[in-house]
């Protein structure tokens, strides 16, 4: 089941499912399920599935429900007309790095040191605190270029919503925008390349944990539109990934009480060449079949 949440003038957010090119508004008819967090809490007290839970929500109502075209709502957000927004207010976003030879090899590359391979090939992974609510943006809104980097780069990664006992209820796409300059000048200043606002997108949908197969085997590609001319386009698989979600959550959650509706993205397994850090203008679109297309501008902080 693909879920998404969107904004309406006048009444708000709602909860929408996705069948084919429709949404169909879930909210209007059960009004204490404003958010995807909702339906988390609400899941986990009545010890159903999220799509075990919908499913019954839909069956049981006797109204008809509002129909809205997908295209119609994936638009720029403006509060006068509804629109797509955050699948779902994750509370805490997490990020783990490396976990893609290809991230470890280039990096090291370029800081001609060898800190990389040695997160890549340790037991413990690199896992960093990356986001709040209030600097992630969802489908179709800007993400930022600090105005103190030169080379702010846009990593295309997959992410997974955690529930109630820590289990995995869905995925998504996230786009970690990180500040690259900062993070080579000293290792140190990670957390100032990786968080402030816009530093994170993700989106389009939540796709619950049942209806994605195999996690580890989903195509996830990236292009970088300036002006009329794609300048980048690049792709991986998640099998390329080295660690397995048990293990990045076996990491997190020592001694570290983790909210229910935390996003945690897995590493990029996709390296925009130094050249084409992202511009103000730019937009930078991540695909994957199973999830959708999250399509964000860059905005020049
Ligand atoms: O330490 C660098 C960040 C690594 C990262 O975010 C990634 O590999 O995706
Ligand atoms: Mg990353």
Same mark, same amino acid.
């Given at each position: 089941?693909?879920?998404?949440?969107?904004?309406?003038?006048?009444?708000?957010?709602?909860?929408?499912?996705?069948?084919?090119?429709?949404?169909?508004?879930?909210?209007?008819?059960?009004?204490?399920?404003?958010?995807?967090?909702?339906?988390?809490?609400?899941?986990?007290?009545?010890?159903?599935?999220?799509?075990?839970?919908?499913?019954?929500?839909?069956?049981?109502?006797?109204?008809?429900?509002?129909?809205?075209?997908?295209?119609?709502?994936?638009?720029?957000?403006?509060?006068?007309?509804?629109?797509?927004?955050?699948?779902?207010?994750?509370?805490?976003?997490?990020?783990?790095?490396?976990?893609?030879?290809?991230?470890?090899?280039?990096?090291?590359?370029?800081?001609?040191?060898?800190?990389?391979?040695?997160?890549?090939?340790?037991?413990?992974?690199?896992?960093?605190?990356?986001?709040?609510?209030?600097?992630?943006?969802?489908?179709?809104?800007?993400?930022?270029?600090?105005?103190? =980097?030169? +080379?702010?780069? /846009?990593?295309? !990664? $997959?992410?997974?919503? %955690?529930?109630?006992?820590?289990? #995995?209820?869905?995925? @998504?796409?996230?786009?970690?925008?990180?500040?690259?300059?900062?993070?080579?000048?000293?290792?140190?200043?990670?957390?100032?390349?990786?968080?402030?606002?816009?530093?994170?997108?993700?989106?389009?949908?939540?796709?619950?944990?049942?209806?994605?197969?195999?996690?580890?085997?989903?195509?996830?590609?990236?292009?970088?539109?300036?002006?009329?001319?794609?300048?980048?386009?690049?792709?991986?698989?998640? =099998?390329? +990934?080295?660690? /397995?979600?048990? !293990? $990045?959550?076996?990491? %997190?959650?020592?001694?570290?009480? #983790?909210?229910?509706? @935390?996003?945690?993205?897995?590493?990029?397994?996709?390296?925009?060449?130094?050249?084409?850090?992202?511009?103000?203008?730019?937009?930078?679109?991540?695909?994957?079949?199973?999830?959708?297309?999250?399509?964000?501008?860059?905005?020049?902080?």
């Amino acid at each position: 089941m693909k879920l998404v949440q969107f904004y309406q003038p006048g009444q708000g957010t709602g909860v929408g499912v996705v069948q084919g090119d429709t949404i169909l508004d879930l909210s209007e008819n059960n009004p204490d399920i404003e958010t995807v967090n909702d339906l988390i809490q609400i899941a986990g007290t009545v010890r159903m599935s999220i799509s075990e839970l919908v499913d019954r929500m839909m069956n049981d109502q006797d109204e008809a429900v509002t129909e809205y075209a997908y295209d119609i709502l994936d638009t720029v957000p403006d509060i006068a007309v509804p629109h797509l927004t955050l699948p779902i207010f994750a509370p805490e976003v997490w990020g783990f790095g490396v976990t893609y030879k290809r991230s470890a090899q280039i990096r090291d590359e370029d800081a001609q040191n060898t800190i990389y391979d040695q997160v890549y090939t340790s037991p413990r992974p690199e896992a960093f605190f990356k986001a709040t609510p209030s600097r992630c943006s969802g489908p179709n809104a800007p993400i930022g270029v600090r105005s103190d =980097s030169t +080379l702010t780069a /846009t990593e295309p !990664e $997959l992410a997974y919503v %955690l529930g109630e006992e820590g289990e #995995i209820i869905g995925y @998504t796409l996230c786009n970690d925008v990180s500040a690259w300059d900062l993070e080579k000048e000293n290792p140190l200043y990670l957390n100032q390349s990786k968080i402030y606002f816009g530093c994170c997108s993700f989106g389009p949908t939540l796709v619950t944990a049942d209806s994605i197969d195999d996690p580890y085997n989903l195509d996830i590609s990236c292009q970088i539109i300036r002006g009329e001319t794609t300048i980048f386009e690049g792709q991986t698989n998640t =099998s390329q +990934l080295a660690r /397995t979600f048990e !293990e $990045l959550n076996e990491y %997190l959650y020592r001694d570290n009480p #983790i909210p229910p509706g @935390t996003l945690v993205s897995t590493g990029t397994g996709i390296m925009v060449p130094n050249e084409l850090s992202l511009m103000d203008g730019d937009i930078v679109v991540i695909s994957c079949p199973e999830i959708g297309t999250l399509s964000n501008p860059v905005m020049q902080l």
